[in-house]
């Protein structure tokens, strides 16, 4: 779908490096709930809400902010989101209640949506051919790298400068990356992006069956990792014993175990995997290490060990469906829409996947109860892994595999 002969991978680095600290205001919230909730007087629901509203964001404009960017241009676009998630954050790191938080976070919120989705059109248009995939896999490492990062810093850094200074920290790395965006943007490379972009070029992005299947098998997983992450921590306190520390570093570690797997995904694509194989194949392997992850009668250890195994081997998926969203575009100048429908099948999963799983665990009494959610999410994605493989056999002539 590009059309170059090298690579610029400065442009490439800098767009993942968005992503990662797109991802960091993510994971800054999960270690900070305990000390928000009663400084500001927050509630549960609310502190929920403060939680989640990034991946409401996603979820609810995902495919708008898709046609935005296609239409406003990719560099500017990244730009704003960034400048927003700067504007948000630092404004946040002053709120004197929950709802002035909840606000700022809704800000944020926009930010990050407009920033995950202009910059894998920024690293296709800076992409030669050959290197595309590739390129992408290095992209889908940013949830859990920025996630794992705020997880594991966030511990030492709450004693040390408190929520509001790792609000602050946040803002200002944000706002300099926004600066540098700013500054080098007549030295981005990302030319190759700028095709005709028209509303019947829209409409046909929206009509394929790909990207829709690509979005839905994304939900899948992301229903299953996000569940899994979301719960390991109190799952470790309260079922195995472990300190709120330990539980913390646990899990920063299981979900960094993430990010190798995406860049291996990107690999085996570059070297000619099929996309739908390597789907299914994080499905399957989800399931099957998800069986132990709760199951009564495992070792505690086990537990850990299967969890890592659950999150490397899940790395496959992200980075295919990534990079699925140049081949199941029209033309270049569509690839902002179809990476706003995955974004936002993603972001479903993520909404979704988490109180699907508490409630199946409130409802039955016992953490092995999460096992049968996580079992039906990867099922119906091994399905549509296959849907996958149907259309890219008969509906794609060309561009990336």
Not at 131 to 154: C, E, K, N
Request: hydrophobic share 60%; with cysteine; net charge positive.
């Amino acid at each position: 779908m590009t059309f170059r002969t090298q690579t610029h991978w400065p442009t490439v680095v800098l767009a993942v490096g968005a992503g990662i600290v797109a991802s960091m205001q993510v994971g800054k919230v999960a270690a900070a709930l305990p000390q928000i909730r009663p400084e500001l007087g927050v509630s549960l629901v609310v502190a929920g809400l403060i939680a989640s509203i990034f991946n409401a964001n996603s979820a609810a404009l995902g495919v708008a902010t898709g046609i935005v960017t296609d239409r406003a241009g990719h560099v500017r676009m990244i730009t704003a989101g960034l400048i927003l998630m700067a504007a948000g954050g630092l404004a946040g790191a002053f709120a004197a209640d929950g709802a002035v938080l909840l606000a700022c976070r809704f800000v944020e919120g926009l930010g990050f949506v407009a920033t995950v989705i202009a910059a894998p059109s920024i690293i296709a248009g800076a992409t030669a051919t050959g290197d595309l995939r590739l390129a992408l896999g290095l992209w889908s490492t940013y949830m859990p790298t920025g996630f794992a990062i705020m997880l594991v810093a966030s511990a030492p850094l709450l004693s040390l400068i408190g929520w509001r200074g790792i609000w602050i920290a946040n803002g200002l790395l944000t706002l300099v990356l926004a600066a540098f965006f700013v500054a080098f943007r007549q030295r981005l490379d990302v030319h190759a992006i700028a095709g005709q972009r028209s509303w019947a070029g829209m409409r046909r992005a929206l009509a394929l069956p790909g990207p829709w299947l690509l979005a839905a098998c994304f939900a899948t997983y992301t229903v299953q990792w996000f569940a899994v992450m979301a719960w390991l921590p109190t799952f470790l306190t309260e079922a195995l014993g472990y300190s709120a520390a330990a539980a913390v570093t646990i899990a920063g570690l299981v979900v960094f175990a993430n990010a190798p797997g995406n860049m291996f995904g990107g690999w085996l694509l570059h070297r000619g995997a099929p996309r739908w194989l390597l789907m299914a194949t994080a499905q399957a392997s989800m399931a099957i290490f998800g069986l132990g992850i709760f199951a009564a009668g495992v070792p505690d250890l086990a537990k850990i060990a299967l969890a890592i195994c659950f999150s490397l081997v899940a790395g496959l998926l992200p980075s295919s469906a990534l990079a699925g969203a140049p081949a199941h575009s029209p033309s270049p100048g569509e690839i902002g829409i179809v990476n706003g429908i995955i974004v936002q099948g993603s972001n479903l999963g993520v909404l979704v996947g988490p109180p699907l799983v508490a409630a199946s665990i409130a409802v039955h009494g016992d953490w092995q109860d999460a096992t049968p959610i996580l079992l039906a999410a990867a099922i119906a994605g091994i399905a549509i892994a296959f849907g996958i493989r149907w259309v890219e056999r008969h509906r794609l002539t060309g561009g990336a595999q």
